[in-house]
């Protein structure tokens, strides 16, 4: 059974920095794509940065491009996201994803994933 766990959220001032983690256990098979997606109140929820395991590839939605990276590591089989120059906007509940099927690297940031964290909170103040 695939398990997700986000740690790592916090309340930070605008310009500051947050790493976020997540600890994924019970994968059966190779995992194509893992991210990070955040919801703010009353907004839908959006992909933040995605990654695909072992590989190269790594996406991430225009707002956050430079500010953000996405990483993979595998001896731990932990997923980060680290966050710097933090804005305001960037206050949400932060969740990990991750999915077996290839097809999500077509659209790494809108596939629906199958398997998903508790989330974590991350709230920035200006």
């Known amino acids: 059974q695939v398990q997700l766990e986000e740690s790592g959220g916090d309340s930070a001032q605008a310009g500051g920095s947050l790493r976020l983690s997540c600890t994924a256990s019970?994968?059966?098979?190779?995992?194509?794509?893992m991210g990070w997606f955040r919801q703010a109140p009353g907004k839908e929820r959006e992909g933040v940065a995605v990654?695909?395991?072992?590989?190269?590839?790594?996406y991430y939605t225009d707002s956050v491009k430079g500010r953000f990276t996405i990483s993979w590591d595998g001896a731990k089989s932990t997923l980060y996201l680290q966050m710097n120059n933090l804005k305001p906007e960037d206050t949400g509940m932060y969740y990990c994803?991750?999915?077996?099927?290839?097809?999500?690297?077509?659209?790494?940031?809108?596939?629906?994933?199958?398997?998903w964290g508790q989330g974590t909170q991350v709230t920035v103040s200006s």
């Open positions: 019970g994968f059966a098979y190779r995992v194509y794509c």
């Open positions: 994803a991750a999915d077996y099927n290839r097809r999500c690297l077509l659209e790494p940031l809108l596939f629906e994933y199958d398997y």
């Open positions: 990654i695909s395991p072992g590989g190269d590839d790594s």
